[in-house]
């Protein structure tokens, strides 16, 4: 896990980070992350993103075969980060996040293989 903070005052802005690093094969891991609403439209996620990639996939580093990323549908800001970062669309899950109200969305899939 990583914190996003602002290059001149420290503030914390996000968080990003590599989970379910134990899952299907053992070197896998799915990228989450949030944003503050006044950090956003920067371009400060798609870098943190891409840099977390690089460093998960890297076989000096977190040595992930392959990566997934969650983003809401209706979360076009997040589906653009996934697409920036590299990653590819593979599927929609239907009524799979869990919101607020305790209803739910559907989520689009994507994956990054080395």
Not at 10 to 29: C, K, T
Not at 79 to 99: I, K
């Amino acid at each position: 896990t990583w914190a996003i903070a602002d290059r001149s005052t420290d503030e914390l802005l996000g968080n990003i980070a590599v989970m379910d690093m134990l899952g299907l094969a053992g070197d896998h891991g799915e990228i989450g992350y949030w944003l503050h609403p006044d950090a956003r439209g920067r371009g400060l996620m798609t870098e943190a993103t891409r840099t977390v990639v690089a460093h998960a996939l890297d076989p000096d580093g977190l040595d992930r075969r392959r990566l997934a990323l969650y983003a809401a549908v209706d979360n076009p800001a997040s589906n653009a980060v996934a697409v920036a970062a590299g990653f590819h669309r593979f599927g929609t899950q239907r009524v799979a996040e869990p919101l607020g109200d305790g209803s739910f969305d559907d989520v689009h899939g994507y994956e990054l293989v080395r």
